[in-house]
């Protein structure tokens, strides 16, 4: 994997860089709750982006686009203020800054992509002192988020780099799937919550306990 040619290394930011102290229950109730009394909407919010987007068709037959759109609005401020509570009580993963600065100085761009908001990607990444990163692409800067390829096909572009040589690195099954879908090469990492074989399944090309084996593999370094 040494001789692997990488140009740009995209990480998602929870799970694989940091864990974040989410409350994905707190979230789904919120949501319910607000769709239930406001829009007479009974829905269970998993996932929630996508079930947000559901949302939004039924309001919009129902009452119309701009009350749908205001909905959404409402809702994405629901998701953001949990996002931005997260960071009480996160942890930095083993090695995180290590393993972006072990890049970085090896002349090897490197970039966050998440389906988090940027306010609460950008405030991770200061308060636990990650990156500098060439790139950060938070949910608000595409159309579609993760699974989608958009996200990876957006950080290739800036950088004109052929998606081959691109790196995504991520805990999560939606990781592979994006990167897979661009024709990044991709790495998963056991340090959140899905397994070894739900990483494969979305395509995954390797599969790393840690930070610390993606950077031995593919940079011949020991953290």
Do not use: W
């Amino acid at each position: 994997m040494e001789n692997q040619v990488i140009e740009l290394v995209l990480f998602d930011l929870d799970g694989a860089l940091l864990t974040l102290n989410f409350n994905a229950e707190k979230t789904r109730s919120e949501l319910h709750d607000y769709y239930r009394s406001e829009h007479g909407l009974d829905l269970f919010f998993k996932p929630v982006l996508q079930r947000i987007d559901g949302a939004e068709r039924l309001i919009e037959e129902r009452k119309g686009m701009a009350e749908a759109r205001a909905a959404t609005a409402r809702a994405l401020e629901i998701l953001r203020k949990n996002e931005v509570e997260a960071l009480v009580g996160a942890r930095l993963l083993p090695k995180a800054c290590e393993a972006v600065s072990a890049f970085r100085e090896k002349g090897i761009r490197v970039g966050v992509f998440s389906r988090t908001t940027r306010s609460a990607v950008e405030a991770a990444i200061e308060t636990y002192g990650l990156g500098p990163f060439d790139t950060v692409i938070s949910r608000e800067d595409t159309a579609l988020t993760k699974p989608s390829p958009e996200p990876v096909q957006l950080a290739i572009s800036q950088f004109k780099t052929k998606p081959e040589e691109c790196l995504v690195v991520g805990d999560h099954p939606y990781d592979m799937l994006s990167g897979k879908r661009a024709g990044a090469l991709t790495a998963g990492v056991l340090t959140g919550l899905a397994g070894k074989k739900d990483l494969l399944d979305a395509g995954a090309d390797y599969i790393f306990d840690d930070l610390r084996g993606l950077v031995l593999a593919f940079l011949g370094v020991k953290l």
